[in-house]
Structure formats: structure tokens, C-alpha cells
């Protein structure tokens, strides 16, 4: 059974960071695509960022150099480091993975539709 737990949320002052992480496991890690979505109150679920096997990455355009994603295939971890959060990014960070095959198109992040397991999320609160 895939599973996916989120950790590393909080709160900051704007201008902080926060690292979040995903362990994965139940299913064959390297193989999956993954990525990181928020739901902010109001607003649909957007992507943040996303990774596939190959390690080609592509970010949210809202992310505009701030945010870091990276994965360890042996730990089975996907890590979002974010950097001079702002107040608008708060919300809940949602860790997802979607079966193979796939692959991420650079400058083009997937709906949330399209992923097939889902973390319960963690929650992100930036202060002004």
C-alpha cells in the first residue's frame, strides 16, 4: 500500500524558511514521479513542484526561485525547501506521486487530477 507522510511544516515571519519532507514507501520510489501541491483557502489545489524519475524538475511559476525540490532514492524522501516564504504562500502542503510512466516537461506543472496517491498534508502559516 502506497503511503505518503508529510513532515516539517510550521509557522514563520515572512521572509523565513521551511523545510518540508515526504517519506515514501510501499511502492518502488525511483520509478514513481512526485511532487509537492498546496491548497490555499479559496483556491483550487496548484502544483508547487514536481520531479520524475529522470530528475527533470519544473516549479509553479509562483515559486520564482524561492523553493528547492530534491529526492533521495535510496531514503525514499522528496524534500521542498522553501525560502523567503511569503504570506501568500501559506497553506496546506500536500506531498503526491504518480505511477510510472511518466515524465515532467520543464516550465509545466501537472493538475492535481493527475496524481494517484496522497499524503494527508502538512500545515504551512507565514506572518506578515
Known amino acids: 500500500q502506497a503511503q505518503l507522510v508529510e513532515s516539517g511544516g510550521g509557522s514563520v515571519q515572512a521572509g523565513g524558511s521551511l523545510r518540508l519532507s515526504c517519506a515514501a514507501s510501499?511502492?518502488?520510489?525511483?520509478?514513481?514521479?512526485l511532487g509537492w501541491f498546496r491548497q490555499i483557502p479559496g483556491a483550487e489545489r496548484e502544483g508547487v513542484a514536481i520531479?520524475?524519475?529522470?530528475?527533470?524538475?519544473s516549479y509553479g511559476e509562483f515559486t520564482t526561485g524561492r523553493f528547492t525540490l530534491s529526492k533521495d532514492d535510496v531514503e525514499e524522501t522528496l524534500v521542498l525547501q522553501m525560502n523567503n516564504l511569503k504570506p501568500e504562500d501559506a497553506g496546506t502542503y500536500y506531498c503526491a506521486a504518480r505511477k510510472p510512466t511518466c515524465n515532467v516537461s520543464p516550465g509545466r506543472v501537472w493538475g492535481y487530477y493527475v496524481m494517484d496517491r496522497w499524503g494527508k498534508g502538512t500545515l504551512v502559516n507565514v506572518s506578515s
Open positions: 520531479i520524475d524519475p529522470a530528475g527533470t524538475i
Open positions: 510501499g511502492f518502488y520510489f525511483p520509478a514513481w514521479c
